[in-house]
Nanobody
Framework: QVHLLESGGGLVQPGGSLRVSCTASGRTLRGYAMAWFRQTPGKEREFVAALSRTGGYTYYGDSVKGRFTISTDNGKNTVYLQMNNLKAEDTASYYC???????????????????WGQGTQVAVSS
């Protein structure tokens, strides 16, 4: 069992930056694919970013590419999402996900992940 806890959400002005974190307990994150998804009311969960199981490759959704960075600190069992140049359309609940059976072609598919956090809210507004 993997427990994921997100933190770091909040209110930020357009153009600003924010870093959200996802800390895992129960098992080490080594060997797990990790991802961030986001969701707004009435919409499907949207892929934001992912780290491959080996940790050697990163993947990003088209809407965040060049602005967001996913990284991990295995020593702290934590995954980060650094968000820069935030836009109003980035406003959403952000969810951390983990899976140890996620193949590369499925990294962008939320159904491929076994464990999820409760989410952290990010609001971008002036």
């Amino acid at each position: 069992q993997v427990h994921l806890l997100e933190s770091g959400g909040g209110l930020v002005q357009p153009g600003g930056s924010l870093r959200v974190s996802c800390t895992a307990s129960g098992r080490t994150l080594r060997g797990y694919a990790m991802a961030w998804f986001r969701q707004t009311p009435g919409k499907e969960r949207e892929f934001v970013a992912a780290l491959s199981r080996t940790g050697g490759y990163t993947y990003y959704g088209d809407s965040v590419k060049g602005r967001f960075t996913i990284s991990t600190d295995n020593g702290k069992n934590t995954v980060y999402l650094q968000m820069n140049n935030l836009k109003a359309e980035d406003t959403a609940s952000y969810y951390c996900a983990a899976g140890n059976r996620v193949i590369t072609s499925a990294l962008r598919n939320h159904a491929a992940y076994e464990w999820w956090g409760q989410g952290t809210q990010v609001a971008v507004s002036s």
